[in-house]
């Protein structure tokens, strides 16, 4: 039987769940606003608009305190790709995700307490965390003060450029928590990763890479 | 190829700066001689004139609504219009007859009646509109086209597309004349029941949309054949539903976006138009192309996952 490591710490398992929470708020009442619609009898407008502000300013707050977290803690250091060999690396966890998990081939970077992420995660953690989301928070900022957008650049309209960019970006994260939610049951069994963002502890899988 | 990209910056911002400059240059005025001798007095909040037996010159303030503003009349719509053309030839002859007070004014169809411009402003149907409207059908309010668009320095806006910001400031400008209720009075001890601000603050951000809309887009009622409504409704009746505006099909398209929507569609074609107009509000220009590769891309992602998932159980 294999052992478990504390993976999670409580402050990544609160900032988690705040961050899951507010993102899906952020999408239902995103959705609601991009498809608004006087027959619709989806969620109000003006109640779809206070939603959406309300929780992105408090994931504005939440995303400080991850990257203070990320900053002063040991956590930052699973984000920093190592481009040497990076390629390859994410090549072979493509494959173990597509052809390798049903031949029953062990996963090619198993987590444990030295590595969290796969290299498919970590590129995706990497790219959602610091590109995308501070793009939806300048975007999504700016629409929330709208004197501060350039009304008119090369004529293109600064109003409609910078929603455009948001709700890029916000699909871009809808897509990305649809196939975060399934890879997330991609673990030994399919309840394990979740279970161990609420306890914190996870199977330490690089155990069965050092019996190799 | 830094130097030639540093050389096309710096030609991008002269060519800009001067094209710029260009534009804000005024067009010379010109005036009419003939308006001379009426703006010697109403042109100025005090006039003279000498009494022809003492030889004393007496200065006299205009009454208010007397005062023409000359530099807004030489730029208005009506500028190449001369005094008498609107008013009675016999106020040329001074001091004026006191029975010419009672001269009948005319109104705006008494000279403009429909024409084939495009979009039609449709005069008959503006006239129609008005008379079922707040201000002509309430008792007490003696409203005429005047009370809105002053002749001697009006501007018609509804057929300019270049800056909708000024459309809906100078319209708004109109309403604000008598409803702004901040007369000196009220600015001075802040009068809480003329505060607009206040009456609007059900809406999410009511100086966003003081900015960006005009009033009649929620209180008034839209006739198609006609270019700019003129049915004001009663408060009761104004619109309340932010979906109204804030839809793929919204109000504002047959409103304040008509004709710029009307000319960007004619010249650039419908794709170019939804990132060039000005005519941006939330929900109000999902663009269907964009939402038809979304739902390939939800859709690949959720085919993608069904299938992983199946072969997983299959396999398992």
Known sequence: MSGKVYLYPIWIRLWHITNALLCLILIISGINMHYASPEGTRIRFDLAVSMHNISGIILTVSYVFFFLGNLFTGNGIHYVIQFKGFLKRLWKQMYYYTIGVFKKEEAPFPIGGARKFNPLQQVTYAVIMYFILPILFITGWALLFPNIIIEEWLGINGFAATDFLHIVGGFAVSIFLLIHLYFATMGKKPTDHYKAMITGYHEDESEHESTH | MMKIKTYLLLLALVLGTTLSAQDSIP?????????????????????????????????????????????????????????????????????????????????????????????????????????????????????????????????????????????????????????????????????????????????????????????????????????????????????????????ADSRLKYSLYKYQLAQERSEKGVLSSIISTQTFAIGTNPSPLLNLISLIILGCAVLGIAIHTIIRIIKK
């Open chain 2, 27 to 247: 067009a010379k005025v010109v005036t009419n001689p003939a308006n001379d001798l009426c703006f010697r007095c109403h042109g100025k909040r005090w006039y003279t004139y000498s009494n022809q037996d003492s030889t004393q010159v007496i200065k006299h303030k205009m009454f208010k609504d007397l005062i023409i503003d000359t530099v807004a009349y030489y730029h208005n719509n009506h500028k190449s219009l001369t005094c008498t053309d609107c008013h009675s030839t016999e106020y040329s002859s001074l001091p004026h007859k006191s029975d010419l007070k009672l001269e009948p004014l005319l109104i705006c169809t008494d000279c403009h009646t429909d024409t084939d411009d495009v979009p039609p402003i449709n005069f008959t149907g503006i006239t129609e509109e008005y008379n079922k409207s707040v201000h002509a059908t309430r008792k007490g309010t003696n409203a005429t086209c005047w009370s809105c668009h002053n002749p001697h320095n009006y501007n018609i806006t509804t057929r300019s597309k270049d800056n909708l910001a000024h459309v809906v400031a100078y319209d708004n400008s109109i309403c604000l004349e008598c409803h702004s209720g901040m007369g000196k009075f009220d600015i001075l001890y802040g009068d809480p029941k003329s505060n607009l601000i206040a009456k609007h603050q059900w809406l999410p951000d009511p100086i966003k949309h003081f900015k960006n809309v005009r009033c009649i887009e929620c209180h008034a009622e839209i006739r198609e054949d006609v270019l700019v409504a003129h049915n004001i409704r009663p408060k009761e009746e104004a619109i309340r539903k932010c979906v109204t505006c804030h839809s």
